[in-house]
């Protein structure tokens, strides 16, 4: 457990020296600019993670309990930092075309803009009506730079409907051009298939982190037993596991994507960098894809 613990902060720390190798970088692509905060997402979430690992207590004066965990809590983390792994892969570094990734990048911000609106009610809408007038605009101009480019014209018709459905009315971007079809929508695990982590080892890992973060009756189960003898113990084991593995594989492959900073790793000795690429090297040796 030491070990794991010790791995994460030495994770944690390589995560602040990117972190701080960014900061002068003057981005002249704002959207470039915008992906680069990934590294501070994931560092906030994995020193989020960190802090819970110490536990907390609770004492009414007469009672007290000691170290408590709520491992719901610590899977909760696991599952959103995979889900930005995922984000990041689909549309950095699946793409094996710059049309692809042109897509992409347009997909994932008028996604997100769609789903903010789709959030206001009525009321809100009328007091934010220029806000969202402005981002109507970035979303209209995302369609129109998707529709002009000759990967949206080779689609079918049906597949050109389901594209706009996918991002324009349901505001996802779970999409896929893979050897010459068309996927309207890749669930989070099957993300793994195409970014070399497809071992078994990983297998399930993102849907085991919502089984233990949904408030399920699997989850009472899982909660009765926690405090049981070693149970604790062995979560923090598999929920720091996962958590490594996620971070090792961003960052690796954040440096490939932005080779503005990549020379903090080149930096590093050979131990270090057997460090940071310790689960990405690992796990892709495995993979079969």
Same mark, same amino acid.
């Given at each position: ?23 002068? /970088? ?7 600019? !915008? ?7 994931? =560092? ?8 819970? +690992? ?10 007290? +309990?000691?170290? %408590? ?16 792994? #995922?984000?990041? !892969? %689909?549309?950095?570094? *699946? ?13 994932? *911000?008028?996604?997100? +803009? ?10 809100? %809408?009328? $007091? ?13 101009? #995302? ?7 000759? %990967? ?6 049906? !597949? ?15 999409? @896929? ?14 993300? $793994? ?16 982190? #919502? ?6 009756? @699997? ?15 062995? @979560?923090? !084991?598999?929920? *720091?596991?996962? =958590?490594?593995?996620?971070?090792? /594989? ?13 020379? /903090? ?10 460090? /940071? ?11 079969? $894809?």
């Amino acid at each position: 457990m030491k070990d794991r613990i010790d791995y994460l902060d030495w994770l944690i720390d390589f995560y602040f020296k990117v972190m701080v190798a960014l900061r002068p /970088v003057g981005f002249k692509d704002e959207f470039r600019a !915008e992906m680069s905060l990934g590294v501070q997402m994931m =560092f906030t979430k994995a020193k989020s993670f960190r802090n819970l +690992l110490g536990g907390f207590s609770h004492t009414d004066g007469i009672r007290t +309990l000691f170290k %408590l965990i709520d491992h719901t809590v610590l899977f909760t983390l696991v599952r959103t930092a995979y889900e930005q792994l #995922c984000a990041f !892969e %689909l549309v950095n570094i *699946i793409p094996d075309t710059q049309e692809k990734q042109f897509v992409m990048e347009n997909a994932y *911000i008028a996604s997100g +803009l769609v789903s903010r609106h789709k959030l206001f009610t009525e009321d809100a %809408l009328k $007091r934010n009506m220029e806000i969202l007038n402005e981002e109507q605009n970035v979303i209209d101009d #995302c369609k129109d730079r998707i529709h002009n480019t000759e %990967l949206y014209k080779s689609l079918t018709e049906k !597949e050109q409907r389901e594209l706009d459905k996918t991002i324009f009315t349901k505001g996802e971007y779970q999409i @896929l051009f893979d050897q010459g079809k068309f996927n309207p929508h890749v669930g989070w695990d099957q993300v $793994r298939d195409y970014i070399g982590l497809d071992t078994d080892i990983l297998h399930g890992l993102y849907k085991y982190a #919502c089984n233990m973060a949904h408030p399920s009756y @699997l989850s009472v189960i899982q909660f009765k037993e926690t405090y049981k003898g070693n149970a604790m113990n062995n @979560l923090k !084991e598999t929920a *720091i596991m996962q =958590f490594t593995a996620i971070m090792s /594989v961003y960052i690796g492959d954040f440096l490939s994507a932005f080779p503005e900073v990549k020379h /903090v790793y080149d930096e590093l000795d050979e131990e270090s960098k057997f460090m /940071v690429d310790m689960y990405k090297d690992g796990f892709r040796e495995r993979s079969t $894809r």
